[in-house]
């Protein structure tokens, strides 16, 4: 059996761009730093999320709680708020209904790195040996022996032989076009990566066009 694994991590450095527009200056993009604004009227809260204009630094406030019975929120959360939580901050930033209410949109450009792991010997997980991220490709192709850890993928089938099998997990749902993942991860160019999906040498039961931020795995004839 000459299957090798391999296991790719996507994950965030920091909280996205919002996409809106600015009232007062021609910038579409805002930073959130984690801040939140608490705001109590007798027994009910409002909780809000800041962000800072990147071209003005206008603070525009994204709805996370409103008129919410304080009652209905436990301690712990109500903490979270309050330490200006930069965790709980991605996690409601990420969540599509805190995107639909406030209509906005996510830029995840520069905001996240690739880390890729290869198994030594069989089950067991190398740290990571190479940390990649957009414009700082590095490191070597390394294959791994059977027996890998794999994430739990949207995509399964069997693993055919003589070919390098990669999971792609992702730590936060961070739309990537596939395309570019690819390329990042395997340093090459996006056209290239296009070229190998083409020709039938990289595929998956995953679509590899287009965005996505679930879990997969690829393979590669070597
Ligand atoms: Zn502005």
Known sequence: MTTHFAQWLVSPTRLPLIRRRCLRCPSTRFEAHGKFRINANHKLLDVWLLALCAGCGTTVKLTVLERANVRAITPPLLDRFHSNDTTLAAELLTDPSLQRRNG????????????KS????????DGSQV???PGAVGGSWVVAE??????????????????????VCFAQ???????????????ISGSEASR?????????????????STNFHFFIRT
């Open 173 to 187: 749902p961070i739309p990537l076009r596939v395309t570019a993942l690819l390329a990042v991860g395997l340093g």
């Open 104 to 115: 906005v949109t996510l830029d995840w450009t520069d905001a996240w790195t690739l880390r």
């Open 146 to 167: 059977p027996g890998a850890a794999a994430c739990p993928d949207a995509g399964g089938g069997a693993r055919p032989p003589m070919t390098l099998a990669t999971s």
């Open 118 to 125: 290869t198994a030594t010997t069989p089950g067991t997980v």
């Open 131 to 133: 940390v990649a991220g």
């Open 196 to 212: 190998l999906i083409a020709g039938g040498a990289l595929w998956s039961t995953h679509r590899l066009t287009g965005r996505t």
